[in-house]
């Protein structure tokens, strides 16, 4: 009977030893594709969307930041000459040509309220030029914000993963504590851990772009606020000298 019980034993050892082989090998054999797809539904998903969402924003991003949606060269050529001529009316024509670039939104802002109201002071068209210069200052910048922003999320979501996973394995545990649901505790953690290097893949993208994305918008912000300072002070002029004040009308005056 000792001979037999023994026997047994053995016999039942070995075949959980077999089985414990057969589970860990099943796991070591899962394709990245099967890891992934092991993630929870619902952050697996969300993942997805913030990944096409980055993507999309970073392929946004490279054709938003141009010097083009500042100010042109055509249009800066265009403006210098009705500048030069004083001729505010052929400067709002100008703008309205151009009205998707940021200095001739400004200046069309700018001219527009100064002939609506002629009365106003050359300090409160600074001021509004001021105004509308930072508000699509913000606006330049808004699209490489939101990368930042879901480079920041991604992370977060997939340690919500990683929290699902772990809860499904120790679930499992305790349901049913044989050393089979045992050795198979280490596959479901390293299966919800997927989420998490998802998830870190998503931030790491989000955040590298944002950081190249954040020293263009610097450099695009200086050059618009420079170019525009030029503009303004030149309108400011034109304002405060009507087109009929030309340099050879003073000249014959003075002489008279």
Wanted: overall charge neutral; glycine content about 8%.
């Amino acid at each position: 009977r000792f001979f037999f019980t023994s026997f047994l034993f053995s016999f039942f050892c070995v075949g959980t030893t077999h089985a414990q082989d057969d589970a860990i090998d099943s796991i070591n054999n899962m394709s990245l594709w099967e890891l992934i797809l092991s993630v929870h539904w619902v952050v697996l998903i969300a993942l997805v969307l913030l990944s096409v969402a980055v993507i999309a924003l970073v392929i946004f991003n490279f054709f938003w930041l141009r010097t083009d949606n500042i100010c042109s060269q055509a249009f800066e050529e265009a403006a210098s000459n009705a500048l030069k001529k004083r001729n505010l009316d052929s400067l709002l024509d100008v703008c309205r040509d151009h009205e998707t670039e940021a200095c001739a939104r400004v200046l069309l802002k700018t001219v527009s309220f100064a002939k609506a109201n002629p009365g106003v002071g050359l300090a409160g068209l600074k001021e509004i030029a001021e105004t509308e210069a930072s508000r699509l200052a913000g606006k330049i910048a808004r699209p490489s914000t939101l990368v930042m922003d879901l480079g920041v999320l991604g992370p977060l979501v997939g340690l919500l993963g990683t929290v699902f996973g772990i809860l499904k394995s120790f679930g499992h545990l305790a349901s049913d504590a044989t050393p089979m649901k045992t050795m198979l505790l280490a596959g479901g953690v390293s299966e919800a851990l997927v989420a998490t290097a998802m998830g870190l893949t998503v931030g790491l993208v989000g955040m590298g772009f944002y950081a190249y994305f954040r020293q263009k918008v610097a450099g695009l912000v200086g050059f618009f606020e420079s170019i525009l300072t030029e503009f303004v002070v030149k309108t400011t002029e034109c304002l405060a000298q009507p087109k009929s004040s030309s340099p050879e009308k003073n000249n014959e005056d003075k002489k008279n």
